[in-house]
C-alpha cells in the first residue's frame, strides 16, 4: 500500500530536550515536505527537500532541522524543543517538486512542556 | 505572493442539505487546483482537482470547477451526510509554485 508513515504519533516531551520525528513514503517520491497546523493558522511549511541531499527553508524553519540521506526518509529534528513548538505535525511526499497532488502522513502531535 | 481565501467555519448543515464552500485564490497563469479533507485524528487526503481552466473535477459527490474570470474554486455537495463532516482545505499554488499554499481550512459538521 502506497503510504507516507510518521513516528511517533504522539510525543510529550520538556523544554531542551532533543527530538527527531520520522517520515517514511514508500512512493518513490522526490520531493517530501514538513508542516505544522496550529489552530487559525492552517497548515505552513517547515522545510522541504526536492531529492536526496538537497533540502531547503519553508515559512517557518526556525528551531528546525532535517536532512534527506535516503530517498525514503526526511527525518524532522528538534535540537532543542520550545513551548511553542507544541503542534500537530504532517510529512508529506509528491512525485515531483511545485503545485502537484501531495500525499501526507497521519500526522504527530507533539506537546512540548 | 499567492493566497488563499476559504470561508470561515464552522458550517454546520443538516444532513442531505447542499453544500457550498468557497474559496478564491490568487495566482499567476493557471495551475493546477486542489481540494483537500481531512478527517478527524487523520492528515489529509485528496479529495478533487482540476489541472486547468474550466475543468471541473469529482469525487464522492464532491464538485469543484476551475473559474479563471473569478479566481474561484468553490466546492459543491448536492446532499451531505454525516460521515461529511470534517476540515476542508483549497489548495492553490504558493508563489513561485514551490508547493501548494493550504489555508486555515473550513470545518463542517453534518447533524443527522
Known amino acids: 500500500e502506497a503510504q507516507v508513515t510518521q513516528n511517533p504519533r504522539y510525543l510529550i516531551t520538556v523544554t531542551g530536550k532533543k527530538l527527531t520525528v520520522t517520515c517514511s513514503q514508500n512512493m518513490n517520491h522526490e520531493y517530501m515536505s514538513w508542516y505544522r497546523q496550529d489552530p487559525g493558522l492552517g497548515l505552513r511549511q517547515i522545510y522541504y527537500s526536492m531529492n536526496v541531499e538537497v533540502t531547503d527553508k519553508g515559512d517557518v524553519p526556525e528551531g528546525y532541522k532535517v536532512s534527506r540521506k535516503e530517498k525514503r526518509n526526511f527525518p524532522l529534528i528538534l535540537e532543542s524543543p520550545s513551548p511553542n513548538q507544541t503542534s500537530l505535525y504532517f510529512c508529506?511526499?509528491?512525485?515531483?517538486?511545485?503545485?502537484?497532488?501531495?500525499?501526507f502522513g497521519p500526522g504527530t502531535r507533539l506537546t512540548v512542556t | 505572493g499567492n493566497s488563499v481565501t476559504q470561508m470561515e467555519g464552522p458550517v454546520t448543515l443538516s444532513e442531505e442539505a447542499f453544500l457550498t464552500i468557497n474559496c478564491t485564490y490568487t495566482a499567476t497563469g493557471y495551475p493546477s487546483l486542489f481540494w483537500y479533507v481531512q478527517y478527524p485524528g487523520e492528515g489529509l487526503q485528496l479529495l478533487l482537482k482540476?489541472?486547468?481552466?474550466?475543468d471541473k473535477g469529482s469525487n464522492k459527490g464532491f464538485e469543484a470547477t476551475y473559474r479563471k474570470e473569478t479566481t474561484s474554486f468553490h466546492l459543491e455537495k448536492g446532499s451531505v451526510q454525516v460521515s461529511d463532516s470534517a476540515v476542508y482545505f483549497c489548495a492553490p499554488p504558493s508563489a513561485g509554485r514551490r508547493a501548494l499554499t493550504f489555508g486555515s481550512g473550513t470545518r463542517l459538521q453534518v447533524q443527522p
Open positions: 482540476a489541472t486547468k481552466a474550466d
Open positions: 508529506a511526499s509528491s512525485p515531483r517538486q511545485g503545485a502537484y497532488e501531495q500525499y
